[in-house]
């Protein structure tokens, strides 16, 4: 097949196929991490010890796909309606809604659990452009 | 003519298509629509294949045995020569933006007159025989076996487009048309079917070097009519010369331009502009023609006829060529000739004797249109106008499609036209320069028996014409065209009959002051000038 | 009826994907094999395509002129409409492949009482093209952060322009409801225009539905029935790196999403929708309206029968020298 306009036509398709291949010659010879989002917070750890289980306000399932919804709801209850009584639909429980005096409460390392899914997605929440960040603890004891 | 309905009728058109799927309506061949048949001798005189006598109209094309077979090997062989047919096949997305801007479909209604449809009517074939897709999906990948109803829509609807590319300016791909038109038109040639409107003229042009079939002693006999008119109006005798080796510029243009006013009139503005300007020209008789109907036949016939304008500049010696005004013939100029039978490295780089203008534009093909030459002159004050002898006439400008979209000469007339007419008015802004409307009558479709299809394709640019003719009382229609001149008459006639027709140069012409001249009374057409019929008046 | 062809079309492949990936067994051949496969038909498909293109030649210079030609030294020249170099046709090409510049000329004719033709403002189909083509950019390019481990900081600006209204939980982002909107129209102007309705083929259709279906299935994972979109970056990491496992937390509305996609990739080189490439080889936008001052080549311009000056004298000799024309030979 004799190829008319060379110069134009391959770079046109060097373009096209160093577009369409990014991904792959861009991660090649990498080792890819999962993210580990970790829940053995001493808070966590001392959660467990004392009910016999982990758990969250509503079973993991739920909450790693909605728990940006459900803090958004949160935020709204709060903020507009001055509400800050969550009564748990998997177990009845009531839980404050805070994300620095409830959530952070157990995973108090924001660095070890939230970052670990979000900088692997480029997530950036906004929670922490109206709260204070909490600070990371030493981590002395690891 | 005389079943020609009224323009009232013509002009009730209905957009909307019709009920079938346009695959399933089948081509009904109106009497109006189409021109007659190739008659067999005109295509044996330039060796074309299957001449015969037949007739459109019949049910019996007398095709070949093997039409199916040549028609599909001619597709193959284009689709490996014409990367623009191959793409154009491939990357239609049918978006619809050429729909209505076919003057053939704003003017007739019928949706196989609207681009997209009409390459569809090939692309479809091209489906079925040239793509996966479309030998295992058929119809559900708009694919369609070729029949010989096929063929017919082909030839009926592919004589219906005139090339003009004003769907090619609004197709977001640049998807032309015209080139669709110009390889469906090289494929029914395969199987002799062309019409007589063209295939005749292009074997007068072949033979005796011009589409009129005028032979070299008649040439020189229309023109000294006009020589004999020229000499009434300004009193002054003009000697052309023909076959001149060793002049300076081989002179060119359609030979529509000597035959039928008004086109004659332009052809007598040229020859009084050379002799104003003592300009060291030739006229040949072999190289009679600017225009090229080849170039409605197929891309090689087009170049046959085209190869006697380079081949005659250098018999004759001379430096470089100049054109005359016509549509087609400066599409093929601009964009094929050098290529087909260049390098003209026998010629020069086309400079101005009158004014040492070098035309960098014309370096390589070295020819040069004579809007351009005659803009020149203008610009360095090498002629005097008197732009009032024209003050009778209220102008408009039509681009001619060719020179508009094949060339890019927009600008170049309407410099000439300002400067020797004081009533210039433009035609509503998107019916002119790029989005000009055709005539309706390109591409070798201007015969007698498809006046309904010439009437209806030019109703766009009549209805313009009539916007300009009713608000600014508009009565003459210029343009650079030969079949424009010959056209747009019988266009005018039908739809705005208060608005004549004429060349660039007839007006150019009639403002020149030559020396020497007597007093004109009168224009180039006979009619006598503003001043003098404001002295009658008063008188 | 086509429309209709094509609809259910769609439905039925995401219905394959809904089904088959339910089966816990497809879920490597929904998850891998079909996107690998799908992925290398588009990368190969494309690459012959335009090289099937490239092999016929482009015999002339055919520019579509559409603004003054560069003439005499004191007429202004339309670089852009009728360039006479390459860095015209760059301009050109740029503005139309960026721009839509052609379909902004767009049109509506109306032929109207039969008294008087007009032409109206037609922008809709550019500003709906333009809205449906860049915000598939987009969407594609704000993707690559399930491709790329350390998402660079390009993507996170984009992904950032993109929901910068901050609406809702995860945001919303801006272009998934142009795609929607944008994509709806140009259906609804397919049917509801009846000269596009005319000419539409299941071809066009089939590809908007196609389209549709994946924005739909995209815009469903977001914001309603979550999916676990850690596990769906696990999974392209793994394709990506050639050591690909689906993670069974990855809901089912996620394969029709890839599913549909994969469909599309293959899809692509076969159909109009090839046009992504055409549109850089179209001889009447991609040449410099310049053939008349540099000579264009014709690779098989090939040597035709003329009729020569010579038979052309021998035929009239007599009549010519008779009008006094000089000849060559008496």
């Not at chain 1, 306000?57 to 909450?63: D, I, L, Q, R």
């Not at chain 3, 929904?30 to 996107?35: A, K, Q, S, T």
């Not at chain 3, 982002?173 to 129209?185: K, R």
Request: proline share 5%.
């Amino acid at each position: 097949m004799n190829i008319y306009n060379k110069g134009p036509v391959f770079l046109g398709i060097v373009i096209f196929l160093a577009l369409a291949l990014f991904p792959f010659y861009n991660n090649f010879g990498k080792t890819n991490k999962k993210p580990d989002p970790k829940t053995d917070t001493p808070e966590i750890i001392e959660y467990e010890k004392l009910n016999g289980k982990k758990e969250c306000v509503e079973p993991k399932a739920f909450m790693r796909g909605e728990h940006m919804v459900l803090l958004n709801d949160w935020r709204d209850g709060v903020v507009r309606d001055a509400y800050r009584g969550y009564i748990s639909k998997a177990n009845g429980k009531r839980f404050n809604m805070s994300i620095q005096n409830g959530c952070m409460k157990c995973h108090s390392s924001k660095k070890k659990f939230c970052d670990e899914c979000h900088n692997y997605l480029a997530v950036k929440p906004f929670c922490w452009d109206c709260h204070i960040q909490p600070k990371e603890k030493e981590e002395a004891k690891s | 003519m005389a079943k020609l309905p009224k323009p009232e009728e013509l002009s009730k058109i209905d957009l909307t298509p019709p009920k079938t799927d346009w695959m399933d309506t089948p081509v009904v061949f109106k009497e109006g629509m189409f021109c007659h048949g190739s008659k067999p001798k005109s295509l044996e005189i330039v060796d074309f294949p299957n001449p015969r006598e037949w007739r459109p109209a019949d049910a019996d094309w007398k095709l070949p045995e093997n039409w199916k077979e040549i028609l599909l090997e001619g597709i193959a062989d284009r689709l490996k020569k014409y990367r623009s047919f191959r793409l154009f096949m491939d990357i239609c997305v049918r978006c619809g933006a050429c729909a209505d801007k076919c003057h053939f479909f704003i003017g007739t209604g019928d949706p196989k007159n609207m681009p997209v449809l009409r390459a569809e009517l090939i692309r479809s074939v091209y489906r079925k025989e040239f793509t996966t897709a479309g030998r295992i999906f058929g119809k559900m990948a708009g694919a369609r076996e070729l029949t010989v109803d096929v063929l017919k829509e082909w030839w009926y609807y592919f004589y219906q487009c005139t090339e003009c590319r004003r769907c090619s300016v609004f197709c977001p791909y640049g998807i032309d048309q015209a080139e669709i038109t110009m390889i469906g038109r090289e494929l029914l040639n395969l199987l002799g079917l062309n019409i007589e409107w063209i295939a005749g003229p292009v074997s007068n042009c072949y033979m005796k070097g011009n589409h009129l079939g005028l032979e070299p002693h008649t040439i020189i006999g229309n023109l000294e009519y006009m020589l004999d008119d020229i000499e009434t109006v300004t009193g002054k005798r003009i000697k052309p010369t023909f076959n001149r080796k060793g002049a300076e510029i081989l002179f060119v243009t359609p030979s529509g331009d000597l035959f039928a006013d008004p086109g004659t009139y332009t052809a007598m503005g040229y020859l009084m502009l050379f002799e104003e300007l003592g300009l060291d020209y030739t006229w040949s008789t072999y190289a009679s023609e600017g225009g090229n109907f080849g170039f409605f036949t197929s891309n090689e016939m087009a170049k046959r006829l085209n190869s006697k304008i380079y081949a005659e500049a250098k018999r004759l010696g001379v430096k470089w060529i100049l054109g005359g005004e016509c549509g087609h013939m400066w599409r093929v100029l601009s964009q094929y000739m050098d290529t087909w039978n260049g390098p003209a490295d026998f010629l020069e780089v086309p400079k101005s004797p009158i004014t040492g203008t070098v035309f960098e534009n014309a370096k390589s093909m070295k020819m040069v249109h004579v809007a351009e030459f005659t803009a020149d002159l203008i610009k360095n004050n090498k002629l005097k106008l008197d732009p009032k002898r024209n003050d009778h006439l209220k102008v408009t400008w039509h681009d001619s499609c060719n020179v508009a979209r094949g060339m890019g000469m927009l600008e170049e007339p309407r410099y000439v036209l300002k400067n020797v007419v004081n009533n210039f008015y433009e035609m509503p802004e998107d019916t002119i320069r790029e989005k000009t409307f055709c005539c309706g009558s390109g591409t070798g479709l201007n015969a007698s028996e498809d006046m309904d299809l010439r009437m209806k394709g030019g109703y766009p640019r009549a209805n313009a014409v009539k916007f300009v003719a009713e608000h600014h009382g508009v009565n003459m229609l210029a343009n650079v065209c030969a079949i424009d001149r010959a056209t747009l008459k019988a266009l005018m006639e039908y739809w705005v009959p208060s608005v004549g027709v004429c060349g660039l140069h007839e007006l150019v012409a009639n403002a020149m002051i030559m020396t020497g001249e007597k007093e004109r009374t009168t224009d180039l057409r006979g009619e006598p000038l503003p001043s003098v019929q404001a002295k009658e008046e008063k008188a | 009826m086509k429309a209709l062809v094509s609809l259910i079309a769609v439905l039925l492949l995401a219905l394959i994907a809904y089904a088959g990936a339910s089966v816990p067994g497809m879920r490597l051949l929904f998850g891998v094999v079909i996107p690998y496969a799908a992925f290398i038909i588009f990368v190969v498909g494309m690459v012959v395509r335009i090289l099937k293109w490239a092999s016929s030649p482009v015999p002339f210079r055919i520019p579509t002129t559409t603004g003054q030609q560069k003439s005499l030294p004191w007429i202004k020249h339309s670089i852009i409409e009728s360039p006479s170099n390459g860095l015209g046709v760059i301009a050109r090409m740029a503005l139309e492949v960026l721009f839509f510049r052609s379909l902004f000329r767009n049109l509506k004719t109306q032929v109207g009482d039969g008294k008087q033709v007009t032409y109206g403002e037609a922008k809709w189909l550019w500003a709906a093209g333009l809205a449906f083509h860049w915000s598939f950019l987009f969407i594609l390019v704000r993707h690559m952060r399930f491709f790329i481990e350390q998402v660079p900081a390009a993507i996170i600006m984009i992904e950032g322009l993109d929901s910068f209204l901050q609406i809702g939980a995860p945001l919303f982002y801006m272009t998934d409801a142009v795609i929607l909107a944008s994509v709806t129209y140009l259906f609804i102007r397919r049917i509801g225009i009846p000269q596009v309705k005319y000419i539409s083929l299941i071809a066009d259709y089939f590809p908007l539905f196609l389209i549709l279906g994946i924005a739909v299935s995209g815009v469903w994972m977001r914001y309603f029935t979550k999916t676990d979109i850690v596990s769906v970056k696990i999974l392209a990491m793994g394709l990506i790196s050639f050591n690909p496992s689906v993670p069974e937390t990855i809901g089912v509305m996620f394969f029709v999403h890839l599913f549909l996609l994969s469909v599309l990739f293959v899809y692509f080189p076969l159909s109009k929708l090839v046009h992504m490439a055409g549109v850089f080889m179209s001889p009447t936008r991609n040449l410099a309206n310049n053939s008349r001052m540099k000579r264009h080549v014709n690779p098989w311009n090939y040597p035709v029968h003329v009729h020569t000056y010579e038979q052309y004298e021998n035929d009239f000799r007599e009549k010519m020298k008779g009008a006094g024309l000089p000849v060559e030979k008496e």
